[in-house]
């Protein structure tokens, strides 16, 4: 079955820095799109940065532009969300999400804390 499992989040000052990962099993990899979402308390899902299957497309959610990185190891059947000067707006958890055929998938999430 289809599992995406996320890591990497915690706690991190302003202007800091983390690296999420995401490591998916069940499926063909590389074939696929990846996405990661937030959700901060109170709003809704988001839609951070997409990368797609072989890693030659990317786009980012306009207020993380030149800050956040999406790439993908597919040898690893991982994405990466490299995440740089983080500001306390960032804070959300954070999750890994592919769509396969008509469904959609998820992880559980890792919770990403911006403060000082």
């Known amino acids: 079955q289809v599992q995406l499992v996320e890591s990497g989040g915690g706690l991190v000052q302003p202007g800091g820095s983390l690296r999420l990962s995401c490591t998916a099993s069940g499926f063909t990899f590389s074939a696929y799109a990846m996405n990661w979402y937030r959700q901060a308390p109170g709003k809704e899902r988001e839609l951070v940065a997409w990368?797609?299957?072989?890693?030659?497309?990317?786009d980012y959610t306009d207020s993380v532009k030149g800050r956040f990185t999406i790439s993908r190891d597919n040898p690893k059947n991982t994405v990466h969300l490299q995440m740089n000067s983080l500001k306390p707006d960032d804070t959300a958890k954070y999750y890994c999400?592919?769509?396969?055929?008509?469904?959609?998938?998820w992880g559980q999430g890792t919770q990403v804390t911006v403060s000082s």
């Open positions: 990368i797609s299957g072989n890693g030659a497309t990317r």
């Open positions: 999400n592919t769509f396969l055929f008509i469904k959609s998938y």
